[in-house]
C-alpha cells in the first residue's frame, strides 16, 4: 500500500538567462515530498524532486510548474495525501499476520480503511441508474431534462400565458380599463402554473425514488448470477448512503489482480475509486460518516460541514518565522478540535447496512477462507455499526 507516514512541499524560484539572446527566463516551481521516516525526510523529498523538474526546465522542456493537491488520483504519480489514524494486522494473535490494515482520515475528515488484500468494491447509485437507464439519467446520477416528456408542455404554456397577458394588456389600454384585471389573470395563471410544476416535480421525484429503490433488487440478482457462474466464490453485501458496498469473503485477493478488473466491470464499481485503488494498491472503505451528511448535528451548528485547515500537511519546520508557526498550529489545534468533536458525533451514525450474504455453492465444500477475512468482517461491520438502528450517513 502507497499511503506515506510524512507529507511537506517545498517551492522555489528559478532564472535562466540565454546568452545569445540575453533574455532571462523565470519560473516557480514546487513539489511535494512524502516519506516514511520523518518529515525532514519528505520535505528533503520535495526538495529533490523541485531539483529534478528543475533541471528539465532548464533543457527546455514543458513542465509542470505546480503540482496540485487531488483527492483522488489521476496518474500524476502522487499518493493521496491522508493522515494515518490507526494501523492493525488480521488475524490479531497469530504469528503471521494476513492482511494489513491502515486506517487514515481523507480530506474531509472521515475515517476510512485501507485493506491490502481483501476486496472491496465501492459502487455509486449513479452508475447505476446511468446503467440502466441511460436514456433518463448521465453518467453523474442527474436526470436528463430531455427524458422529461412534460417539460416542452410546460414551456408551451408558459409562452401561451405571456401571449394571453399582452393581448390583455392591449385591450386594457385600448378600452381604459383598470389594470385590476390584469392582476387577477396573471395571479391565477401563476398559481395553476405552480400548481402544475409542483405536479409534475412530484412525479419526477416519484420515479427518481422508484429508480432508486430498483437498484437493491439488480445488485441482488447481479451477485446471484455471479456466485451461479462461479460457485466457487462468496460476497457480503452492504447498503451505503449512495450506493452498495461489496465484500468478498472467500479468499484474499491483490488489488493488481486480474480478477480484481473483472469484478469492477462486472459489479458497475466507481470510477473513481477503481482509480484510487490501483493508484494506491489497496482496498478502501469508509467507516465513518460524511460530515455533511450528519444532519441533525450540522444544521444546529454543533459542528461545521467542513473540517478545518485542510492543508494541514504543510507543518512549519524550522525556516518559518515564529509568528507564522504561532498562526500554524493556532490552526491545527482548531483541526483537532473539530476532528475531537467530529469522532463523538459520528457515533451517532452508519456507515452502511448489511443487506445479504451470497455464496456459491462450492465454498462450503472447499477450504475455509483465511481467518483474516472473518476477523476483517467483524471489525468492519463493528466499526461501521452496520446492525445498529442508527441514520445512513
Known amino acids: 500500500m502507497l499511503i506515506p507516514k510524512y507529507w511537506a512541499q517545498h517551492k522555489q524560484r528559478f532564472e535562466s538567462s540565454t546568452i545569445s539572446s540575453g533574455n532571462t527566463k523565470q519560473a516557480t516551481i514546487k513539489r511535494y515530498g512524502w516519506s516514511d521516516t520523518s518529515q525532514v525526510a519528505a520535505l528533503d523529498h520535495a526538495k529533490t524532486r523541485v531539483f529534478e523538474a528543475h533541471k528539465h526546465w532548464l533543457a527546455g522542456e514543458d513542465i509542470l510548474r505546480r503540482e496540485r493537491k487531488e483527492e483522488y488520483n489521476e496518474g500524476n504519480g502522487i499518493p493521496i495525501r491522508e493522515q494515518i489514524f490507526a494501523e492493525q494486522t488480521f488475524p490479531q494473535n497469530a504469528s503471521v499476520s494476513i492482511t494489513q490494515v491502515i486506517v487514515t482520515r481523507n480530506s474531509y475528515g472521515a475515517q476510512v480503511a485501507n485493506v491490502d488484500n481483501i476486496a472491496i468494491i465501492d459502487v455509486d447509485n449513479a452508475e447505476l441508474l446511468h446503467h440502466l437507464y441511460s436514456d433518463h439519467y448521465d453518467r453523474h446520477g442527474f436526470i436528463i431534462t430531455a427524458a422529461n416528456q412534460n417539460q416542452p408542455i410546460t414551456k408551451g404554456l408558459v409562452w401561451s400565458f405571456v401571449i394571453i397577458f399582452a393581448l390583455i394588456a392591449s385591450i ?48 441482488t440478482d447481479l451477485m446471484q448470477k455471479r456466485i451461479g457462474n462461479y460457485p466457487d466464490e462468496a460476497f457480503r453485501l452492504y447498503k451505503t448512503p449512495a450506493g452498495f458496498r461489496i465484500i468478498a469473503i472467500h479468499d484474499t485477493v491483490l488489488p493488481s489482480d486480474r480478477l480484481i478488473a473483472e469484478w469492477f466491470e462486472y459489479f458497475h464499481a466507481d470510477a473513481n475509486y477503481v482509480r484510487l485503488c490501483q493508484s494506491q494498491q489497496c482496498f478502501r472503505a469508509r467507516l465513518t460518516s460524511k460530515p455533511w451528511r450528519m444532519t441533525e448535528v450540522t444544521e444546529t451548528n454543533k459542528l461545521s460541514k467542513n473540517i478545518p485547515t485542510k492543508d494541514f500537511w504543510s507543518m512549519p519546520i524550522d525556516d518559518v518565522d515564529s509568528e ?6 493556532a490552526e491545527l489545534e482548531a483541526r483537532e478540535k473539530w476532528l475531537a468533536d467530529y469522532d463523538k458525533f459520528a457515533k451517532g451514525y452508519k456507515a452502511c447496512r448489511y443487506v445479504e450474504s451470497f455464496d456459491g455453492r462450492e465454498v462450503s465444500d472447499s477450504k ?25 450517513a
Open 368 to 392: 475455509p477462507a483465511p481467518d483474516a477475512i472473518g476477523e476483517f468482517v467483524d471489525w468492519h461491520d463493528r466499526v461501521c455499526q452496520v446492525d445498529k438502528d442508527l441514520p445512513l
Open 172 to 219: 386594457i389600454a385600448w378600452q381604459s380599463w383598470s389594470w385590476l384585471w390584469l392582476i387577477v389573470v396573471m395571479v391565477a395563471a401563476t398559481a395553476f402554473l405552480w400548481q402544475k410544476a409542483s405536479k409534475e416535480e412530484q412525479a419526477r421525484q416519484q420515479k427518481i425514488d422508484a429508480d432508486l429503490a430498483s437498484l437493491l433488487s439488480f445488485m
Open 324 to 329: 507564522e508557526n504561532e498562526l500554524r498550529y
